[in-house]
């Protein structure tokens, strides 16, 4: 089972580029990244996935280094509508390690 | 709109009465999930289905029962509860099982036991 560690919680000012690292050293070979965001009392929305190097979407970039050990969420220029839990896993096709973990609470300042 | 429905979004329920929560997915989906979430824990996978067939039971007690008819429904039934239980029940679904695949959640039901 591939656990994650990432801060408990971030602040940012409005505008700015966040940034919200998850460590997975144990990461297997066939192991995807996903990230999920989580409003109060809302369930998770995925936000983006990848398996190496750099995914973009229209929403948020995931870097992803060349070891694997961990990956960087990046949500450029944030609003107060971003604040919210957000959930790094690591996992594979039919394997059940759904593990959210305490994820990181991003809190955007105005 | 994921297009995952719970009903209901909220109950309250004493600890001898016995609730059903029912889950649907429009999606086409072959596996559906049941999460709890407790006030500041993370979210905790209950069970997990796979066209129809349980593939994961996360250690959870007996007095929660699912219960999968098809691959667009799924259910938790509830007796007995205790009040810890007290929780945000989310049900979720996706193309396969596992976290390659991504889930879609629905707006949970939000579960009170006196």
């Known amino acids: 089972l591939a656990k994650t560690t990432q801060p408990i919680s971030m602040d940012s000012y409005e505008g700015q580029e966040v940034n919200i690292t998850c460590s997975h050293n144990?990461?297997?070979?066939?192991?995807?990244i996903t990230w999920y965001q989580q409003f109060p009392s809302q369930g998770p929305r995925f936000i983006i996935q990848?398996?190496?190097t750099k995914v973009t979407n229209e929403v948020a970039s995931l870097f992803i280094p060349a070891d694997r050990k961990s990956s960087t969420l990046s949500l450029p220029r944030v609003s107060l509508s971003d604040t919210a839990v957000y959930y790094c896993?690591?996992?594979?096709?039919?394997?059940?390690?759904?593990?959210f973990g305490t994820g990181t609470r991003l809190t955007v300042i105005p | 709109e994921t297009g995952v429905t719970q009903t209901p979004r909220h109950l309250v329920m004493g600890m001898t009465n016995k609730k059903s929560l029912k889950c649907e997915q429009h999606?086409?989906?072959?596996?559906m999930y049941w999460y709890k979430q407790s006030a500041k824990k993370p979210l905790e996978l209950m069970f997990v289905?796979?066209?129809?067939?349980?593939?994961e039971n996360n250690s959870v007690p007996s007095r929660f029962s699912p219960e999968c008819p098809n691959s667009s429904h799924l259910f938790l039934h509830l007796h007995t509860l205790q009040p810890e239980d007290s929780a945000l029940y989310l049900c979720?679904?996706?193309?396969?099982?596992?976290?390659?695949?991504?889930?879609?959640f629905g707006p949970g039901t939000r579960l009170t036991v006196t």
């Open positions: 979720a679904s996706s193309p396969g099982p596992g976290t390659r695949y991504e889930q879609y």
């Open positions: 144990n990461i297997a070979t066939n192991d995807y």
């Open positions: 990848g398996y190496k």
């Open positions: 896993l690591v996992g594979r096709t039919g394997a059940n390690n759904l593990f």
């Open positions: 999606l086409g989906h072959n596996a």
């Open positions: 289905y796979s066209l129809e067939e349980r593939v």
